[in-house]
């Protein structure tokens, strides 16, 4: 990391993060849960950054954090599943000035991390589907496991100083990609506009963020 900090984030913030960073390095997102993984590991196995702790599973590397970080994205509405045949590619959801921002935040805060997953999607990021199953299959580490095995953990704090963000917009990340807030905000909505006249609805409003 370089020198200069400006705030802190979670873990869990950054793990958010990195993966709308890099569905965001692809032009059609990324297709599948199971391409998703393998692409995470793949990319996690030949860099020094790994958000994600992965074990051996019975269809290859698997990481739990990945899966739920990935779901609640979708659920807070940050990535959106595009239906592309028979599955679904995953693409984020937000305006492109949102993604240019996490993109100067998370390339100031990690040296050679623009160049590291250019490195990687260029060369590996679109590969088939089974060649990515073939490589995770045969790599000497996963080999080594035995099944249920951490195959490399995440090497990330549990508190993470970024570059080129202010602690209003770190504090807004954090609330912005927390489901029970999200979930209580939209509640409230709700009952916003089922009222017929909502007394001091302005009231109620600041009441949610509160």
């Known amino acids: 990391m370089r020198s200069r900090m400006n705030s802190r984030v979670s873990k869990e913030t950054f793990q958010k993060l990195f993966l709308l960073y890099l569905l965001s390095k692809y032009q059609k997102g990324i297709y599948g849960d199971f391409r998703l993984q393998k692409v995470i590991y793949s990319f996690e196995r030949n860099n020094k950054l790994r958000p994600y702790t992965f074990i051996r599973y019975n269809l290859g590397p698997y990481s739990k954090e990945l899966d739920k970080i990935k779901d609640q994205l979708l659920y807070t509405g940050w990535i959106l599943p595009k239906d592309v045949g028979r ?118 409003l600041a009441a949610v963020c509160s």
């Open 87 to 204: 599955t679904s590619s995953y693409v984020p959801n937000t305006r492109k000035e949102v993604l240019q921002k996490i993109e100067e935040v998370l390339e100031s805060s990690f040296e050679n991390l623009e160049g590291s997953v250019f490195r990687f999607v260029s060369k590996e990021g679109y590969q088939k589907s089974l060649i990515l199953k073939e490589k995770a299959y045969s790599d000497e580490i996963f080999v080594s496991k035995k099944m249920g095995e951490i195959i490399f953990e995440s090497n990330l704090p549990e508190i993470i100083q970024l570059c080129n963000l202010s602690n209003g917009e770190a504090e807004d990340l954090e609330l912005a990609f927390n489901p029970d807030f999200i979930s209580t905000l939209r509640y409230r909505l709700s009952q916003i506009v089922k009222a017929k006249t909502p007394p001091n609805w302005r009231e109620q």
